[in-house]
């Protein structure tokens, strides 16, 4: 059974700095590229980030280019989104997401069950 378990979220105020991370199992984590989806109040799913199976190629969405980092460590089964600089635009609840950039749709067949950031003075 896949499961997909988020940490990290919490309040942090504008400029602030925020790790995400997602415990992965029951499947082959080194083999899957991983994304981290976000959901803000009254909006639908938004891709934020997606890396590589080996975590050597990266995209993200314009607006968090420059201040979120996406990672990956396959020996914990572990993915990571470092966020800095945080905006209250940022607030939103953040998944992550088994595979890669799907274009056009954010329908991922497995994603974890969320956790909640919120940026505000």
């Known amino acids: 059974e896949v499961q997909l378990v988020e940490s990290g979220g919490g309040l942090v105020q504008p400029g602030g700095s925020l790790k995400l991370s997602c415990a992965a199992s029951?499947?082959?984590?080194?083999?899957?590229?991983m994304s981290w989806v976000r959901q803000a109040p009254g909006k639908g799913l938004e891709w934020v980030s997606s890396?590589?199976?080996?975590?050597?190629?990266?995209t993200y969405v314009d607006s968090v280019k420059g201040r979120f980092t996406i990672s990956k460590d396959n020996a914990k089964n572990t993915l990571y989104l470092q966020m800095n600089s945080l905006k209250p635009e940022d607030t939103a609840v953040y998944y992550c997401a088994k595979g890669g950039r799907l274009y056009g749709s954010t329908s991922y067949i497995y994603r974890g069950q969320g956790t909640q950031v919120t940026v505000s003075s």
């Open positions: 890396i590589s199976s080996g975590g050597g190629s990266r």
């Open positions: 029951g499947f082959t984590f080194s083999t899957y590229a």
